[in-house]
């Protein structure tokens, strides 16, 4: 039994140079518990809110009234808990707030002093966080297979191309270390190739390169020229990965292609999705159609779930009850897990079960804002979560992520890189051991 003695808020700044929330959980014994929150550029209409105090001092995005609800009524509401009960502190913070979106204290406040309770709580156990969550929720424990962006798009590249992140994944790779080596030559190589085509602006949001491609088919060519050039056999032991984000480009099924000069519905889109699924090695597809489009994503799934891994991540926002409902629908296979989308490790936890009692998916992934906060890359080893999204392969902020997953695979064990596999896809394994 130890108790929570303080928590404190202070305002700290994100990989944008934003203002964020940071919470410093102490103990009775003084141990201390910290983590930050990350921030969203292309989200979902149904998160939790990233409560920012408005006006024109930090553009708007000062966050005096999230740190007034940490140092106030979150401190209050937490004080004298004992630590080790997470569900019960994240339900006192929810108890504080009634509304569905965490809008009077904001999902900033609730997210990061729920991420620092459970860094509190692991170091009051004496253990790593990873060791904490595989015990505290009764997981095996496995280092995540990442997915890692090559080329940012959408909301994190001026919208330059309108699909928002292509990725690669190496689910042949036997650890984790492999997996870090063959992204760094298929990422200097699309680098390479960009420059000399003349493609290249510079890096993204989340330390992709900023592309100049005309068209967004020609972002998949390079990818898989960048494969080759690296060495590999497009579909190996190398795949591709995409977020199309399709919420950023459509609305009531009606999608604007703005780099293309097409408007397509919901329909011609997922054709279009189709074609690139045959053409392509893209193991796993991420929000394909739009958060209000059902019936799009009821029908993309319907005829690619067997074949490919499809994410709901502005469709599902890290909620158990709409993954429960995407399961009974048939629409996606997986679920991306946001701790700042849902506002709490116990909300984000229930929707990583939620997934796995359907028989999905589950990626933890970062936000395109970040910090060097790496709790997430512990969260997804300890629940065994088996894939792990944290952006590009440059700035320190996604690097931390990636760096932490190696020092977490030394003290597992490198016979634990299980690195989950992307749901259905057809591609992996293919020619693997
Ligand atoms: P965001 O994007 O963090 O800017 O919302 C990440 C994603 O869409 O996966
Ligand atoms: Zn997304």
């Keep these: ?22 919470v410093d959980v102490v103990l009775e014994n003084g141990v201390l518990g910290r983590a930050i929150a990350p921030a969203g550029a292309s989200r979902g209409t149904r998160e939790a809110i990233d409560l920012r105090d408005g006006g024109n001092a930090l553009r708007g995005k000062g966050v005096g ?15 004298e808990r004992e630590v080790s009960d997470q569900a019960g502190a994240d339900q006192a913070m929810l108890a504080l707030d009634s509304t569905p979106f ?54 994190h590249a001026g919208r330059r191309v309108d699909i928002q992140d292509f990725m690669i994944m190496v689910p042949g790779a036997s650890s984790f270390d492999e997996v870090m080596e063959v992204t760094n030559e298929v990422y200097f190589a699309a680098g390479d190739i960009m420059a000399e085509r003349g493609k290249l602006a510079g890096i993204a949001d989340e330390g992709g390169w900023w592309p100049m491609f005309d068209s967004n088919e020609e972002a998949l060519e390079t990818l898989v020229a960048a494969i080759e050039k690296a060495g590999e056999k497009p579909g190996e032991r190398v795949v591709i990965s995409l977020d199309v984000a399709a919420s950023e480009f459509g609305k009531d099924g009606k999608y604007r292609l703005a780099l293309e000069d097409r408007e397509l519905d919901s329909g011609a889109l997922i054709d279009m999705l189709g074609g690139w699924l045959d053409a392509y090695p893209i193991a ?7 958060e209000d489009d059902k019936a799009g994503m009821i029908e993309f799934t319907r005829r ?23 399961a009974t629908d048939g629409a996606c296979n997986a679920v991306l897990v946001k701790v700042n989308q849902a506002g709490t490790v116990t909300e984000s936890i229930d929707t990583f079960f939620a997934a796995q009692k359907a028989g999905w998916g589950a990626v933890v992934s970062a936000r395109s804002g970040e910090t060097e906060d790496a709790s997430i890359s512990h969260l997804s080893t300890g629940l065994g979560g088996g894939q792990l999204k944290v952006g590009s392969f440059q700035r320190s902020e996604r690097m931390v992520k990636w760096n932490e997953c190696l020092r977490i695979q030394d003290e597992l064990g490198a016979g634990k890189f299980v690195g989950g596999k992307p749901m259905a896809s057809t591609w992996w394994g293919k020619e693997q051991k």
């Excluded at 796993?284 to 739009?290: F, K, L, T």
């Design 284 to 290: 796993s597809i991420e929000d394909p159609v739009g």
């Design 65 to 79: 009234k999230a740190l007034a609800s940490v140092n106030g009524p979150i401190a209050e509401a937490l004080a």
């Design 102 to 155: 965490k809008e009077v204290l904001g999902g900033n406040a609730t997210v990061a002093t729920s991420l620092a309770l459970l860094h509190a709580a692991a170091a009051d156990a004496g253990k790593p966080l990873w060791r904490h969550v595989a015990d505290h929720y009764g997981c095996t424990p496995s280092v995540p297979l990442p997915e890692i962006q090559i080329f940012g798009g959408g909301a």
């Design 1 to 22: 039994m130890t108790v929570i003695k303080t928590i404190k808020g202070r305002r700290v700044w994100d990989s944008r140079g934003n203002p964020t929330v940071e």
């Design 304 to 326: 690619f779930g067997d074949r490919v891994q499809i994410i709901g991540d502005d469709y599902l926002v890290t909620n158990a009850d709409l993954v429960r409902e995407g």
